[in-house]
């Protein structure tokens, strides 16, 4: 469980990195929706390969992962809506002007969006004794658009870069809390249970990069962006095609 909560941790430091990066080096929108389209690209590829593909294996076509993935873009669909009307609809666009009265919603809708990633990250290493590189990949580098953009938004309200970096610390130490809790509680969970958790992170995902991450990079960078998405999901593939070989 150990070795969980320290890969959760060193997938959730990018939040703490792009925090910091954003603190101290203002970036610009088209730098963010860069690293946005970017993000998305390789967390597409490691939904793809990494959840939805396995769920569906595990599930031996039994047709839970349909209910799974429903179930996960849905739940993140209409939480996200909620922490919209509390006032944060805006939580991850870079100009958004912000307030103190915001701290309760960016942290949930932050944590809404890193915990089913991290979850699946403790899984992983409970079925196979090691950390999916792909999935690690994935997660460590969509964090850092999201972590720099909110940044910028609460610098610009008024924050200080102290309790910035330790709010992004705290929002860490769930991811990887949560990625404990993965490796804890579901490592001993039927292949159909696997199935399910699997396909429900994919769906949470894939509904957050269609309504957050992908229209924020289209947004700051125009088509840049989806030429940086196809290069993400590129880069995700070698990823999984190496680690595998390797594997092999």
Sequence with gaps: MANAFLWGLLAASSLVLGGL?????PLGKRTLGIIM??????LLSATAYELVFEAVSLAKGSG???????????????????IGRMGSEDRETAGAAGSSKLFVPLVLGIILDGVPESVVIGLGVRETGTVSLAMLVAVFISNLPEAAASTTSMRSSGWSRTKILLLWVAIALVC????????????DASPFGLSIVQAFAGGAILMMLANTMIPEAYEHAGKLAGV???LGFAAAVWVVVLEHAGAG
């Design 37 to 42: 389209g970017f993000g998305a690209g390789v």
């Design 64 to 82: 839970m992962p349909t209910l799974g993935f429903l179930a996960g873009a849905f739940t993140f669909f209409f939480s996200d809506k909620l």
């Design 176 to 187: 990887a809390l949560a990625s404990a809790a993965g490796y804890a509680l579901l490592g």
């Design 228 to 230: 940086f998405t196809v």
């Design 21 to 25: 990066l954003a603190s101290w080096l």
